[in-house]
């Protein structure tokens, strides 16, 4: 019985060596940190300086608009509806987001306190 259990756990770690790793590792979204790296389809149509209260909502997107956080992923989160909703910390986020055409609009997001 002893023999069989050790078999049987040599069996599954050495089919575990052949999964790929892209099947048994979970993928991780990086935030783009710096302006220079943006890779830009088209032109810029405009800034938008847009001032938030921590911890609330609102609709700033079309639900089929194509929105990319540049910046300050961990103080917003965008809903597939369009909605922003703002967390607990405060700081400046940067979105963009692009028409059909890949121009783009620049979204300044600041979240304040009061």
Excluded: C, W
């Excluded at 069996?11 to 220079?36: G, H, M």
């Excluded at 943006?38 to 609330?56: E, H, K, P, Y």
């Amino acid at each position: 019985m002893k023999n069989s259990r050790n078999i049987f756990i040599l069996l599954t770690l050495s089919i575990s060596l052949f999964i790929p790793s892209s099947i048994s590792s979970q993928v991780f979204a990086k935030e783009i940190t710096t302006d220079s790296s943006v890779v830009t389809q088209g032109d810029l149509i405009a800034t938008v300086n847009f001032n938030m209260l921590r911890n609330s909502n609102v609709k700033l997107f079309s639900s089929n608009s194509n929105v990319q956080i540049q910046s300050g992923g961990h103080l917003i989160s965008i809903s597939p509806g369009g909605v922003v909703s703002s967390k607990n910390s405060l700081g400046t986020a940067v979105v963009y987001s692009y028409n059909p055409n890949g121009d783009y609009v620049k979204y300044v997001i600041s979240i304040n306190a009061t």
